[in-house]
């Protein structure tokens, strides 16, 4: 072989080598293994991962809260939080007074005092509060009611019982009270001149006849299981034997509240009680600051005691009270029992050695500016809803 053909031998070569190395595919990436694979999953899926409790839940270090916990949560929710559709059934059939709606007659669906402190925080920034969102705030407290069905079965069938047949009724009506309330939030009945209010109006009117006869039937078998409750299962600090004191104390008060024929003495004298156990609450707030239970719990119970003072306030001069008079109570009890829940969680993971969970604020819908845009009347149908939101 002369050196010209083996100098053409080595070119080819050469050529064919980095044309191969081209196509070649990159190398397989590594698999996970099992310490990463968790993590990796939940970063991909954008959630920021909480290295201490996702390794301690790995381990088995963190106990989960028990189905009779999570049961007696989403129960209590859903029991305290459906006295809310009182309040929208008497502010829609009496804003209509038995006619359909129309453009002389749009339907109300209530006002509530969570409006109130949105329209604070909105005022506080120059802003007017639109209530599309939290329009109607109790129903989220009524999606704990299929939740709650669902959890910890068998041990007392009647409660089961219960849970399952209001769900069964409250379940359509919280839908369609939602799509009614977006449907008139949104001007859309300026755009199919009422159709699609109609057919609202009549399942509406439906199931507000059965209210009455739903919520007695629930009640008769919540209330004797939800006075019976005691503390949690799951082991307690001080602060959280304080606070959950403090929580029986504010359903046994609701409780007596809600009865067909109020005990006025003894929502006082609940009232009384719960006011000392607050104290006791306040002062571990001071002294126990890593306790999780008064941090967390402390906001809703005053909320709580201030609904609750109101209320014996009514009670004692002898009139009945109407849905929207017990209302403030009902919500202010489901948030409670919906703070202490999540003080649970915060001494859970305290135990396992985690950091305390990051406490997400609700969003607030804004439109304009204080100068520019006019606030819709809380509850209502919001029909004057400015055309920059349409």
Request: hydrophobic share 40%.
């Amino acid at each position: 072989m002369t050196w010209l053909h083996a100098f053409g031998f080595a070119t080819l070569s050469l050529s064919l080598l980095l044309s191969g190395c081209k196509s070649d595919p990159p190398p397989p990436p590594a698999l996970p293994t099992s310490a990463t694979a968790g993590a990796d999953s939940t970063a991909k899926a954008g959630v920021r991962v909480k290295h201490g409790l996702d390794t301690a839940r790995r381990s088995g270090k963190v106990p989960r809260l028990q189905p009779a916990t999570m049961k007696r949560y989403r129960a209590q929710a859903c029991y305290f939080g459906s006295q809310g559709l009182k309040v929208a059934r008497d502010a829609y059939l009496g804003s209509l007074a038995g006619s359909e709606p129309s453009a002389k007659k749009l339907p109300s669906f209530g006002e509530y005092p969570e409006h109130a402190k949105l329209k604070e925080r909105f005022e506080s920034k120059g802003r007017k509060a639109v209530f599309w969102g939290r329009g109607l705030p109790f129903v989220r407290h009524l999606r704990s009611c299929a939740i709650a069905k669902t959890l910890d079965k068998g041990k007392d069938a009647a409660v089961d019982a219960a849970l399952g047949r209001f769900d069964s009724y409250a379940g359509p009506l919280n839908k369609t009270l939602m799509e009614a309330h977006r449907y008139y939030a949104r001007n859309e009945h300026e755009k199919d001149e009422f159709r699609q209010g109609r057919s609202f109006h009549a399942q509406l009117t439906k199931a507000f006849a059965d209210l009455d006869a739903q919520l007695e039937s629930f009640s008769a078998a919540m209330a004797p299981w939800l006075r019976g409750l005691g503390p949690v299962p799951e082991k307690q600090d001080e602060g959280a034997k304080v606070a959950s004191k403090a929580v029986m104390e504010a359903r046994v008060l609701t409780l007596d509240a809600l009865a067909s024929t109020a005990d006025a003495a003894g929502v006082k004298a609940a009232l009384d009680a719960l006011g000392l156990t607050r104290d006791a609450l306040q002062a571990r707030q001071i002294s126990a600051k890593r306790e999780p239970h008064p941090r967390v719990v402390m906001p809703r119970l005053k909320q709580f005691v201030e609904a609750a003072t109101k209320l014996s306030e009514a009670l004692a001069t002898g009139t009945k009270l109407s849905a929207s008079a017990l209302y403030p109570t009902t919500s202010a009890m489901a948030a409670l029992v919906e703070a202490n829940h999540r003080a649970h969680s915060h001494l859970l993971r305290r135990a396992a050695g985690a950091g305390p969970m990051r406490m997400l604020k609700p969003p607030m819908h804004h439109i304009g500016t204080a100068s520019t845009t006019a606030p819709v009347r809380a509850g209502a149908s919001a029909a004057a809803v400015p055309s920059s939101a349409k």
